[in-house]
């Protein structure tokens, strides 16, 4: 069963140039950050601030995912997630395991965290792919005008090998 939690955008002021570079705006979780946090400690990555990497590619990207889709594992699917988007600014992905700004297009690239658009794109990947349905289940009836951190159950053994038979 997925879980979602809303993420809080929080714009940052600077005052003193010299203190350390931050997102002029970034995201907070609040409720559920114990357990988001637990699965980056569980994929050996540092827990102190799992939105911290999101922020920073958010910040200067032009917009904010409605929904962050994070799954328990990293799995080899980027080429199949990118079968699924329509244009390049629909859906962005990382894992766990890869650093801040790892940029690749090869088919096996572990994709662990999906960042949807907005809740058109959640519905229309979860109408094209079961794997979505159970974070799409618990994301529908959250507010558009909010964002939202979805921790969902990980893809079916079965669903896996068929991709990984195609």
Request: proline share 5%; with cysteine; net charge negative.
């Amino acid at each position: 069963m997925a879980r979602c939690y809303e993420l809080y955008r929080i714009q940052s002021v600077q005052t003193n140039p010299q203190t350390l570079q931050a997102p002029k705006e970034f995201l907070e979780l609040i409720e559920g950050e114990e357990e988001f946090a637990e699965i980056f400690r569980k994929n050996g990555r540092d827990s102190f601030s799992p939105t911290w990497d999101l922020s920073n590619a958010f910040s200067s990207s032009g917009w904010w995912p409605w929904a962050v889709i994070a799954f328990d594992e990293e799995y080899p699917i980027l080429g199949y997630l990118m079968s699924l988007r329509h244009s390049m600014d629909e859906m962005r992905f990382t894992a766990y395991s890869l650093p801040s700004g790892y940029a690749s297009r090869e088919s096996d690239t572990p994709v662990s965290i999906v960042c949807v658009r907005d809740r058109y794109i959640a519905r229309r990947l979860a109408n094209d792919s079961e794997m979505f349905g159970p974070a799409w289940e618990a994301l529908k009836t959250k507010a558009d005008d909010s964002y939202w951190l979805c921790l969902t159950e990980s893809p079916t053994v079965e669903f896996l090998a068929e991709l990984a038979a195609r």
